[in-house]
């Protein structure tokens, strides 16, 4: 199959719409010729894991050359702190408010919180607990398009009768209700009910099991267009590596000069969060996804595929820098994952459309809603605004042009396993404002000036803090959203021993974690350290 570049470019410059390019083109030739979509999502990946985005420890050079090639959206984000609703939001192009799926499906809500031992202010409310059936799905979309259409690696959007087979995809290769690696982890075999595990991938890591899947699919359907949504497990915990990673990232570490014990974590609001980038065990996970990215965008040049498709490539949420494995820090963003701060929603966003995006960065505020329509509208397909309410073509901004400013929207009225707090957030332009769920309090930072948030502006500009104050309850009254409810059995003083039991246990003994992960002598005793990178 001859592909080329013409049909993206045509349609970019206003060109006929895909299907009229020519009138004697039968069926087939219609749909071979219109551009393929490659869609990567890494799973609780950091703004600042990447090479390209200002890691210094992290190597990630299949991704900086994909990030070469696209356009980076510099204020790229997360519709949601946590896995779930912001892969809700990436499937429905809805704000999580919208969907309802507010919480990582599986977490505890009302009176269930109490079991976590936390002793908090809140109980949280119930969410939706699957993606629903009612919507048109991205997926779904591109089906109707004509696309073949592609799942690989994680979902976490519903049990029995909510997959990916049941919003549109065609094949379902590892997706189902986990939202980690938990039946086999990061090394074969995966023992993953949606997933086949051969005797010729023996040493073989999870991200390169889900490389190879998506490219049998790709050089099955290359002369087909398609649609091929690769969703790494990793680097969600419980993370892992080969020894030959690990001790790669043990002496890059050494070299750079390990921070003394005591200085890799401080204490949070409810747990400590790590400040360095030095755990080798997951630099070398990173770069596990790192290779399988590489031989996903190998196989697209090798099929003479690559000037035809269009790849995608994000994070569902900030990295995990406290709770789950403490595994990163997101600086100079503050905070990480489950967390209501710039590094808890602010994620890697890059769009390669061929012979367009090379070297172009943009710094209007996206999310990640915006994939689906951008996408419709890159292929040809009329949008669907009253699917993807809350998501907007990105193709003037991928041209060079503008976009009316707008809003953007967060709701999350639970604590999460990583020490965020309840709240709704708003962005406008560069100002953001948080409302904060136990005591209704506002805080409201210049994101322009201030991408930390280490100055609070409220008391100094309390015109712009009540008019998003206004705009953001409006829109949580607009969207009947589920609030938390006060715990009538809270006790202060009981949230106060929980609080010096963990910076008086937990902190200290991450801290000897850190340490004993970058000893020379370092063995996990676990069977993932007798797997070696594969040839495969």
Not at 43 to 48: A, I, M, N, T
Not at 153 to 161: N, P, Q, R, S
Not at 330 to 356: A, C, D, H, M, S
Not at 463 to 471: C, F, G, N, S, V
Request: net charge negative; glycine share 10%.
């Amino acid at each position: 199959m001859q592909t080329t570049i013409r049909n993206i470019t045509m349609l970019l410059t206003g060109a006929a719409a895909l299907p009229l390019l020519s009138s004697c083109m039968n069926d087939t030739e219609e749909e071979s010729e219109r551009p393929n979509v490659l869609f990567i999502i890494v799973d609780d990946l950091g703004k600042h894991d990447l090479s390209c985005t200002g890691s210094e420890y992290y190597e990630t050079p299949n991704i900086d050359r994909l990030a070469g090639e696209s356009m980076n959206f510099t204020n790229g984000y997360a519709a949601g702190q946590v896995c779930s609703p912001s892969r809700a939001s990436i499937m429905t192009g809805k704000f999580t408010a919208r969907h309802g799926i507010t919480d990582w499906i599986g977490a505890p809500t009302g009176e269930d919180w109490r079991k976590t031992g936390r002793h908090n202010k809140l109980l949280p409310p119930d969410y939706v607990d699957h993606l629903p059936h009612e919507y048109i799905s991205w997926p779904e979309a591109m089906k109707k398009a004509g696309y073949k259409t592609f799942f690989a690696g994680k979902w976490h959007l519903g049990d029995e009768g909510s997959y990916p087979e049941d919003h549109g995809f065609d094949i379902n290769q590892g997706g189902f209700e986990a939202g980690g690696p938990y039946t086999g982890g990061y090394f074969s075999p995966f023992n993953n009910p949606k997933m086949e595990d051969h005797e010729d991938e023996k040493g073989m890591s999870l991200p390169e099991k889900l490389a190879k899947e998506t490219n049998l699919f790709i050089e099955q359907n290359q002369d087909t267009s398609f649609f091929a949504f690769l969703s790494f497990y990793a680097v969600h915990a419980p993370i892992q590596t080969t020894q030959e990673y690990w001790k790669k990232y043990r002496d890059k570490a050494d070299k750079m000069g390990i921070a003394p014990k005591g200085e890799g974590f401080e204490m949070g609001h409810f747990l400590p969060v790590r400040q360095v980038q030095d755990n080798p065990i997951y630099a070398g996970l990173v770069q596990h996804v790192d290779d399988a990215v590489g031989q996903v965008l190998q196989t697209l040049e090798e099929n003479g595929l690559d000037d035809n498709t269009i790849v995608m490539f994000t994070s569902d949420h900030g990295g995990v820098c406290a709770g789950d494995d403490y595994a990163t820090t997101n600086k100079p963003l503050l905070r990480g994952k489950g967390y209501q701060y710039e590094g808890g929603l602010r994620v890697p966003y890059f769009i390669k459309v061929p012979g367009l995006t090379e070297g172009k960065k943009c710094d209007v505020p996206v999310i990640n809603t915006d994939f689906y329509p951008t996408v419709l509208d890159l292929i040809g397909e009329e949008l669907k605004p009253g699917e993807h309410n809350d998501g907007k073509s990105l193709v003037p901004l991928l041209k060079g042009n503008e976009m009316e400013e707008r809003a953007l929207y967060w709701h999350y009225p639970h604590y999460g396993n990583q020490g965020g707090q309840p709240s709704a957030i708003i962005r406008r332009g560069d100002w953001k404002l948080i409302h904060y769920y136990e005591d209704g309090r506002n805080a409201l930072f210049n994101l322009g000036e201030d991408p930390s948030e280490t100055t609070e502006l409220s008391s100094e500009r309390p015109e712009k803090a009540k008019e998003l104050a206004e705009d953001l309850n409006q829109y949580l009254e607009e969207m009947d959203v589920k609030y938390p409810e006060k715990d009538p059995k809270y006790d202060p003083e009981l949230e106060k021993q929980h609080l010096r039991q963990v910076e008086n246990n937990l902190l200290p003994r991450l801290e000897e974690e850190r340490m004993r992960f970058l000893s020379e002598d370092f063995n996990p005793g676990n069977n993932w350290w007798g797997s070696q990178v594969s040839d495969n």
